[in-house]
């Protein structure tokens, strides 16, 4: 079945820093991933649709300003999330569907628990 | 506006059977899924319908009626591994992906 590389798993910054995290189809070509946002005890919220070769979708309310979107490739997304602060601290995860198998659903990468101090 | 209710919170015995409901208003429909979450952990997916009726895989089972707008996930024989919150999810007519909120399900001894 599908498989979404998401990396790093955690990592822990000082307030101010950048963090880049990596969203990779591993056997399929995604033209199409999402990236979502999960605070302790609630659900996936979306933050973005990352589309290759052309500008993020964001959600209202999310700064694409902060939350910098690159899908340079059909197998590669990254978010970057600039001048970190604790509140951004957070679990994010990407998700992509192979658009061959709808029945699939969305496949998800393992999420990284961020943490800004 | 869209919009899926299930309930937050589900307590189950070990052995038992649980039934955990989804209902949807969403623009259009193109499936409904069903994920578990382990806590600290990316969603996993369970189940996918499309069509009306029950779609059985092992010890759980996914039910849809459209023409209810209602779901349900059926968890059969449980084990304290199946704590964990279980998401409901819809497409809609865009193919967007509309979560509901999940259902932390607790399994006693």
């Known amino acids: 079945g599908a498989v979404v590389s998401q990396h790093p798993s955690r990592v822990i910054c000082k307030s101010g820093t950048s963090v880049k995290i990596e969203c990779r189809s591993l056997?399929?070509?995604?033209?199409?991933m999402f990236w979502y946002r999960q605070f302790p005890k609630q659900s996936l919220m979306l933050m973005a649709t990352?589309?290759?070769?052309?500008?993020?979708?964001?959600e209202q309310g999310v700064e694409k300003d902060k939350f910098l979107i690159n899908h340079a490739s059909l197998t590669l997304s990254t978010l970057t999330v600039t001048s970190a602060h604790p509140e951004d601290s957070s679990f994010y995860i990407c998700?992509?569907?192979?658009?061959?198998?709808?029945?699939?659903?969305?496949?998800f990468g393992s999420g990284t628990r961020l943490t800004v101090v | 506006g869209q919009n899926i209710d299930q309930p937050t919170e589900m307590t189950a015995t070990e052995g038992a059977i649980v039934q955990i409901n989804c209902t949807y208003q969403?623009?259009?429909?193109?499936?409904l899924f069903w994920y578990q979450q382990h806590a600290g952990e990316a969603p996993t997916f369970l189940s996918y319908?499309?069509l009306d009726g029950l779609e059985e895989k092992g010890r759980f089972s996914s039910f849809l009626s459209r023409s209810k707008g209602y779901s349900y996930l059926l968890l059969k024989e449980l084990q304290m591994k199946d704590s964990a919150s279980y998401l409901c999810?819809?497409?809609?007519?865009?193919?967007?992906?509309?979560w509901g909120a999940g259902t932390k399900l607790i399994i006693k001894p």
């Open positions: 998700s992509a569907r192979d658009t061959q198998v709808v029945a699939d659903g969305y496949t």
């Open positions: 056997d399929f070509q995604a033209t199409t």
């Open positions: 990352s589309n290759e070769g052309s500008k993020a979708t964001y």
């Open positions: 969403t623009s259009g429909f193109n499936g």
């Open positions: 319908n499309v």
């Open positions: 999810a819809v497409y809609d007519s865009n193919y967007q992906l509309i």
